[in-house]
Antibody, heavy 122, light 108 residues
Framework: QVQMVESGGGLVKSGGSLRLSCVAS????????MSWSRQAPGKGLDWISY????????NYADSVKGRFTISRDNAKNLLHLQINNLRVEDTAVYYC???????????????WGQGTLVTVSS | SYELTQPPSVSVSPGQTARITCSGD??????AYWYQQRPGQAPILVIF???QRPSGIPERFSGSSSGTTVSLTITGVQAEDEADYYC???????????FGGGTKLTVL
């Protein structure tokens, strides 16, 4: 079955960096767009970024542009999120999700991982 | 930035019908999607492209669209449906994905 497992979260000081990873299984990883979203404690979902099948196309929410970098390794079924200059407001559970296109446009998320918690302290 | 607006909470008794709305200016142009999130769990897709139901999602879940508002309807609500529900769509260009603020469904 389709499965995504995130890792790499933890407690980091403000200004630090983290690299989150998501290993996918149960489907042909290289055929799907992939994405990251996050959820601050007690808050709603926020979309962060998506990446095309080859990795040649990426897109980011304005709130993270310039600090977050999404990438993928299709040979290893891995999705990554590099987060630099962490802020207290980046504290959240980070979810990876498989993307679905409508027409030629990335549209929605059909399967989600269980998430990894990032806590940023001041 | 573009926003989708949902009511913070909806309450219904078991067996009744729950309707959750989501409003946004670009909804006449962009499809809407709905996710269910139970406490401590990952989101699950329950409706895609306004009104289509993924395999494995019970028939009591349905979606509809009218102008700038889309709706998720749960007919014959069960206790297990108690969860947070999020709509999701995109801005008018389709570039940026957006979630609504979420609606907590309470089954009385």
């Amino acid at each position: 079955q389709v499965q995504m497992v995130e890792s790499g979260g933890g407690l980091v000081k403000s200004g630090g960096s983290l690299r989150l990873s998501c290993v996918a299984s149960g489907f042909s990883f290289s055929d799907y767009y992939m994405s990251w979203s996050r959820q601050a404690p007690g808050k709603g979902l926020d979309w962060i970024s998506y990446i095309s099948t080859s990795g040649s196309q990426t897109n980011y929410a304005d709130s993270v542009k310039g600090r977050f970098t999404i990438s993928r390794d299709n040979a290893k079924n891995l999705l990554h999120l590099q987060i630099n200059n962490l802020r207290v407001e980046d504290t959240a559970v980070y979810y990876c999700a498989r993307g679905v296109l409508v027409g030629a446009t990335f549209a929605y998320f059909d399967n989600w991982g269980q998430g990894t918690l990032v806590t940023v302290s001041s | 930035s573009y926003e989708l607006t949902q009511p913070p909470s909806v309450s219904v008794s078991p067996g009744q019908t729950a309707r959750i709305t989501c409003s946004g200016d670009a909804l006449p142009k962009q499809y809407a999607y709905w996710y269910q999130q139970r406490p401590g769990q990952a989101p699950i897709l329950v409706i895609f492209k306004d009104s289509q139901r993924p395999s494995g999602i019970p028939e009591r879940f349905s979606g509809s669209s009218s102008g700038t508002t889309v709706s998720l309807t749960i007919t014959g609500v069960q206790a297990e449906d108690e969860a947070d529900y999020y709509c999701q769509s995109a801005d008018s260009s389709g570039t940026y994905k957006v979630f609504g603020g979420g609606t907590k469904l309470t089954v009385l």
